[in-house]
Each structure stands twice: as C-alpha cells, then as structure tokens.
C-alpha cells in the first residue's frame, strides 16, 4: 500500500507550514494518490495530522478524498491513518490551538468507521494504551506495538540528550506486551500479508470486503499468522493465551473444509513449514 499524509486538507495552513521544498506545492501534493492511481499502484492509504487545522475541516476533506477515490477510480482508500499532534522534543500541544482531546479523537474514528466501512483504520504508538484500548472498540483495526521514532531507532539504542524522535511514543510497550494484551481483550493479532501476496488489491480487493468475501480468508489467515508469531517470537506465558484463542477460533471458521485444512496446517506450523496462506 502506497501511504502518504496529507496532514492538512487546509492549503492556507498547509503552506505556512511548508514555506520551501518539494513539499510546497499543495495541489502536486493532494493529487498524489490521483497520479498513483493512474500509475498502476492500485492500494492507497490516506490520513491527516489532526491538530494542524480545525478537526471539522480536515476530517470532511478526508472523507472527501475517500469518496473521491472511489468515484474516480472505483477503489477507495486501503487505509486511513488517524495521527494527532501529540508532545515531542520541542513541541508542546499547547502550542497548537487545534489540537483535539480524547474524546474528539475517539468519535473522529467511530463516525470514519461508520462513513468507510471496508477501510483498514490504523494507529499508532503515539497514543496511549488507555486511548488505544477505546479505538479498538470503535473501529480501529491495525495497531503497531515496539515502534521506535527516532533515527536508526531499532538499531542503536539514543541517548535521551541527542533524542531525534519524530514524536514521544506513549505506550512503550514491546510487540509481545501488545499481543498479550490484544488476547486478554479477545482480539486475534494478525500478522497476515496474504492479500497483497496473492493480488488480492485494488478493485479485487475492494469488492471481496465490500461483499463481506474477505472474511473467508481473513479468520483463516489470522490464526495461522498468529501460530507462526507464538512459535517463533512469543512468551510462554503470551504463547498459551494465543494458543487458546487459536482453539477457540477455528470453530468460527464457517465452512467444514476450510476448518480441517487450517488444523492441518497448524500442525505442519508446528512441525516447522511456514507460509501457509488462504
């Protein structure tokens, strides 16, 4: 997927916020995904940085852009990211008059939610556990968990005085902590890629998820990713919560076959084979 912010739909606030550079030019900038379309990446993802401008004039011009897409091109947006300004080095939300509080936030993603239905909704490790934990319940579907901001972050542990983080990161929480907590919620942490691997995007993939389709492949996929996560990656203790989940799961999977060549497959899984996709 082809992601690119807008940040602000605002073009007075867009270009006082980027006076010089390549990316001055607002209208070259708000019709990237339009050339991106048109250049045969077919899986776009759009977003804002609520808090720039009024939260009213960004969110209809997001939800704009969507529709937009879908009219000219007949595929909406894969996902729409929904970052605001939160505190980092040198930056206080003080200093933004629009920045928007949890509340807003949180009806910002139910009513996205409700207005484009088969877009994956993502957030990030800016937010804390406690917002984050609301969001899920409101339409959210895609969450990172480790997430370093800084430069070479993953790499090189930084020292707090030479801090180039892009943002404060507010749950701090390692990907095993975030999968452990996703299971004690009920959810199933996915790993799954299997879409984008076997062509399923553009208008493929729009039409198996306006038509409730994807679901066929997306439990199975879910619960044979996961299987490989606990294997390879996962705590004890995180491994036997997902272990559960996984037994308590495939009894949903609604077709009988579907079902038996998931349990087969888990155990190939187990016996070391990886990859196995729907």
């Known amino acids: 997927t082809y992601i690119l912010f807008q940040e602000t739909y605002s073009k007075e606030h867009y270009e006082a916020l980027h006076p010089t550079g390549p990316k001055s030019n607002y209208a070259y900038h708000t019709e990237a995904m339009d050339r991106a379309m048109e250049g045969g990446i ?18 209809v011009g997001l939800l704009m852009h969507a529709e937009h897409l879908e009219a000219t091109f007949g595929v909406g947006p894969h996902t729409i990211s929904v970052p605001r300004i939160c505190p980092a080095d040198d930056i206080s939300t003080e200093d933004f008059p629009d920045a928007i ?5 949180c009806r910002i993603v139910a009513v996205t939610r409700i207005a484009v239905p ?15 934990r609301q969001v899920l319940e409101l339409g959210v579907s895609q969450i990172s968990g480790g997430s370093r901001t800084s430069v070479g972050g993953y790499a090189v542990p930084e020292a707090k005085e030479e801090d180039s983080s892009q943002f404060d990161v507010s749950d701090r929480r390692t990907l095993d902590e975030v999968v452990s907590w996703l299971l004690d919620l009920g959810h199933i942490p996915s790993f799954c890629t299997a879409c984008y691997r076997e062509g399923r995007t553009g208008d493929r993939f729009m039409s198996l998820c306006k038509s409730g389709q994807i679901q066929n492949c997306c439990l199975p996929n879910a619960l044979m990713t996961l299987k490989e996560y606990l294997i390879d990656y996962a705590s004890p203790a995180t491994r036997a919560l997902g272990e559960k989940m996984i037994q308590q799961q495939i009894g949903e999977i609604p077709k009988e076959k579907v079902q038996q060549i998931v349990r087969e497959r888990l155990v190939k899984i187990e016996q070391g084979e990886r990859d196995f996709r729907f």
């Open 118 to 132: 088969y877009t994956g909704m993502i957030i990030s490790t800016r937010e804390s556990e406690a917002v984050r």
């Open 42 to 59: 077919d899986d776009v993802g759009i977003g804002v940085l609520f808090g720039l401008n009024t939260y009213r004039y960004d969110f």
């Open 101 to 105: 509080s949890d509340e807003m936030f």
